[in-house]
């Protein structure tokens, strides 16, 4: 008898500890997403597209700081906005109000972060060129958030162009390359493709942002519309891509890229049968992870093409 209570004792124990680290692992998950760390992750990967695009080699100083900068400032804005979060994003809201308290830490310490590797390894140029981007993102929370109750489009325009001024231009930045028709183009292809994402993210907020008055392009075109849009925006976007292959200004395995229209269609027409919780996990995981794969496939393209 001693003997049985002894192995129930083991199997309680063992499936506790199980639960514990499920628990652990349902947290660490909830906290990438919603802690903007997936997020981020979309600018080092812009970055490192465009050294595989010029077959250039890229630290990982580099792709740190450029993770380090929307770091920062999605930490800001969530930290800022976390009580007009609970009503359009409340799964976000209630992860992140477990550890409010932690945020100016964290914030303070991805400053420190990245004010240690722009001193290690930065340059000037590229020093004041992050400073602005920073200030670009937390001034939005601060001022120019405002400007969408005024001017239609705003939002997506803006985030969009810091997005890709920030992939296009830190390698040039870095590595004192001048601006060619390259970084244009690469500049404008990043820059139709964050639209796509910033609006897609925008339909969930549609009737809080009408509310407050904002003139996202959701709130101006309505959901259907916007889908609509979105779609056509799709296969707008690789124009700068097909002129720069065409050109033989980006090298062919570029058009790998393509690959992105029909993932960008599933999660589109994925989302535009979903509801509220189911959009809100379709923005937080597909759309976002986009940006994450293209080196991946920049790398395949590469490899099948050139061996």
């Known amino acids: 008898m001693e003997q049985v ?3 129930v004792s083991v199997y309680a124990r063992i499936e506790s500890l199980l639960s514990r680290c499920l628990y652990l692992l349902f947290q660490l998950k909830d906290e990438f997403v919603y802690g903007g760390y997936l ?9 490192l597209s465009v050294s595989l695009l010029l077959n250039s080699a890229i630290g990982w100083q580099v792709l740190f700081i450029a993770y380090l900068i929307p770091l920062i400032v999605y930490s800001y804005n969530y930290y800022e906005e976390l009580e007009k979060d609970m009503a359009t994003n409340p799964e976000r809201a209630e992860h992140l109000r477990k550890k409010v308290r932690l945020y100016p830490a964290l914030f303070g310490l991805y400053m420190s972060l ?3 590797l722009l001193l290690l390894y930065g340059n000037y140029v590229l020093t004041v060129f992050v400073l602005i981007l920073l200030s670009c993102g937390i001034l939005y929370t601060i001022v120019f958030k405002d400007l969408t109750r005024q001017v239609p489009g705003f939002k997506g325009i803006y985030i969009a162009a810091v997005w890709a001024l920030a992939g296009t231009f830190i390698f040039n930045f870095h590595y004192s390359i001048s601006w060619d ?3 244009v183009l690469m500049f404008l292809f990043i820059f139709l493709r964050g639209i ?18 904002l003139k996202t392009l959701p709130v101006l075109l309505g959901r259907e519309k916007t889908y609509k849009f979105l779609n056509a925006l799709n296969i707008f976007s690789f124009i ?8 033989g200004i980006i090298p062919v395995f570029g058009l790998s890229l393509l690959g992105f229209y029909f993932y960008d269609l599933y999660y589109l027409r994925k989302a535009k049968f979903a509801d509220g919780q189911s959009l809100r996990k379709i923005s937080y995981t597909l759309a976002d992870a986009e940006f994450i794969l293209w080196p991946l496939v920049l790398l395949l393209g590469r490899t099948l093409i050139h061996g």
Do not use: H, Q, W
Not at 198 to 213: C, H, L, N, Q
Not at 240 to 247: D, K, M, R
């Open 240 to 247: 700068p891509l097909v002129a720069g292959v065409y050109l």
């Open 181 to 183: 028709v390259f970084s």
């Open 114 to 116: 990245l004010i240690m």
């Open 5 to 7: 209570n002894t192995t």
């Open 196 to 213: 796509i994402n910033v609006t897609f993210f925008d339909i969930k907020d549609i009737e809080s942002d009408g509310a407050r008055g």
């Open 39 to 47: 997020t981020s992750l979309g600018c080092p990967a812009f970055v």
